[in-house]
């Protein structure tokens, strides 16, 4: 977004300079950079392009994109439903195992929401930068297994518990603690995966060939 956005200030302050007989030319030029600019990662193939408002140079109208509804892939959203029922699913079955006393330190949200954030980063790099565009990992393991596994709504509650039973220093331990161990969690999980992808390119430049992965990052 931050990138299209700023395509787009350049153009039109470009466009400020120059005389208004070229405008169905800029017309144009907008679109074409702003296509490129949300054409961008692994989904590449099936994001369909961006248009802004305004006739074509021939005086047609603009074509308009498909409903949001439409262009979603029955699989994608089957992907992102199974791992949500298994994330939600392994936070319940951890705070069954590991309960936590009313008044204490919520040590098991705490832990599911550092961990969760780690394997976050260190799956992004993955898929971004290790593994061929995938389509189903990131929807399957980020939006639906991690998003279900960790939780802010516990995070408040318990924050709530401890407040609403005096528990002033251990509410701010579990709100600040819990904001600070996530951002470390993620800067590990995200200098691990760039030490993965810095061994995959040596060991690519070793042997003259990447390696081979399943049918799960096609």
């Excluded at 300079?17 to 054409?39: C, I, K, P, T, Y």
């Excluded at 070793?206 to 992965?213: N, P, S």
């Amino acid at each position: 977004m931050a990138v299209g956005q700023w395509i787009t200030m350049r153009i039109f302050g470009e466009a400020c300079g120059r005389s208004s007989g070229d405008s169905a030319h800029r017309s144009v030029s907008v679109r074409r950079l702003l296509m490129r600019a949300n054409e961008s990662g692994p989904e590449r193939e099936s994001r369909e392009p961006t248009y802004i408002s305004g006739p074509e140079p021939g005086g047609d109208p603009a074509p308009t994109r498909e409903p949001f509804r439409s262009r979603l892939r029955k699989g994608v959203l089957a992907a992102v439903a199974l791992g949500g029922v298994l994330g939600g699913s392994a936070r319940y079955v951890l705070g069954l195992m590991f309960p936590t006393p009313r008044g204490t330190f919520p040590l098991t949200t705490f832990a599911i929401n550092v961990s969760g954030a780690f394997l976050l980063a260190l799956l992004l790099v993955y898929v971004l930068e290790i593994w061929p565009p995938t389509r189903y990992v990131r929807p399957f393991a980020g939006v639906g297994f991690l998003g279900a596994f960790t939780t802010f709504s516990t995070w408040m509650v318990d924050t709530d518990h401890l407040l609403g039973h005096g528990h002033y220093a251990v509410a701010a331990f579990n709100v600040f603690g819990s904001l600070f161990a996530g951002l470390a969690a993620t800067v590990l999980g995200l200098a691990i995966g760039r030490m993965a992808l810095a061994r995959r390119g040596r060991l690519t430049t070793r042997h003259g060939r990447a390696h081979r992965y399943g049918w799960w990052v096609r």
